[in-house]
């Protein structure tokens, strides 16, 4: 497919994070998903024209956990409103040495170690399979790494991120398995973030933060909160410079992303169509009604 599309922003983060010098026509605005309640209501701005929309992730003041976080009601309500594009921005720890407090990781893998979330927006009734060989959208994380770069910000390409289940942190049996797996960072957050992002046709790429090292650090137990909340507010200062940078960056695609992203249900829907649940169907009008309108 030929020409080119204006798509629309999403960012997925930290409250600080929209708090953007040059934000304007800003409005909050309360999203219904047949999912259920989304994390926060959405805020709709412009930066120098290219329109955003950002989603307090815990919702503001930090209210819900991860375990807690409805994965599939944020996406949807993210996909309900337009959004084509979604740029995750998580805090992290190091699992690696040479990825210090303040580094930025553009992640390009995943380990999902999470047990206790709604994974799917698919279920019994439809079935659906999308490919997660390559989980997040290389021509997203180029435009980033872009944007970092300008913006000096100590930036890595490439890296997996661990996802674990939480609230609690790891122990460091379990910090050092995940370092003997080649992991790079490890956080809570980003799945099945991703997969529900994947299943909603949207393109998806995720900023990790490192805010301190994980357990299996000779250094960890010496960290301070006064040290790590400098960290964070550091990093949140950057995080805003870099979506100030890259939204620009983002203003064109063309019509379909080149990663594939956008037709990711082409070939994923199993169920025959006379079999389909027709209530399941309707709940999914947003994320899937390219695939499902005739069904």
């Known amino acids: 497919m030929s020409g080119t599309q204006k798509p629309l922003i999403g960012i997925i983060g930290g409250s600080g994070v929209y708090d953007i010098d040059g934000l304007a026509n800003t409005r909050w605005e309360n999203v219904v998903s047949p999912f259920g309640e989304p994390s926060d209501a959405l805020l709709f701005g412009e930066l120098n024209g290219q329109p955003l929309v950002f ?11 991860p375990s807690e976080l409805n994965f599939r009601a944020n996406i949807d309500a993210l996909k309900r409103v337009g959004v084509t594009e979604i740029i995750s ?6 699992l690696k040495e040479e990825l210090p ?3 930025f990781v553009i992640v390009d893998q995943f380990v999902d170690r999470t047990f206790a ?13 999308v490919g997660m060989g390559h989980p997040v959208c290389r021509r997203l994380g180029d435009a980033i790494q872009a ?12 890296g997996t991120y661990l996802v674990m289940e939480g609230p609690q942190f790891s122990t460091m049996a379990e910090s050092n398995l995940y370092r003997s797996w080649g992991c790079d960072v490890i956080g809570m957050t980003n799945m099945p973030e991703a997969k529900l992002a994947r299943e909603a046709e949207m393109c998806y790429a995720t900023v990790a933060m490192v805010t301190d090292y994980d357990c299996w650090h000779p250094d960890h137990d010496h960290v301070t909160v006064d040290t790590v909340i400098k960290v964070l507010l550091a ?3 950057k995080a805003r410079a870099l979506v100030k940078r890259l939204a620009p960056k983002l203003a064109t695609r063309k019509a379909v992303c080149e990663c594939g992203c956008h037709l990711a249900l082409d070939a994923a829907v199993i169920t025959a169509p006379g079999m389909r649940d027709p209530d399941l169907i309707r709940k999914l009008d947003a994320v899937a009604g390219r695939v499902l309108g005739g069904s």
């Open 147 to 158: 944007a970092a770069t300008e913006e000096g910000i100590p930036v890595v390409r490439g």
């Open 117 to 129: 979330r709604v994974k799917s927006f698919f279920s019994t009734g439809l079935v659906a399979h």
């Open 55 to 65: 989603l307090p992730r815990h919702g503001r003041g930090h209210r819900v956990p």
């Open 235 to 237: 990093n949140a200062d």
């Open 101 to 103: 407090p303040g580094t």
């Open 89 to 94: 921005v998580s805090a992290v720890g190091s």
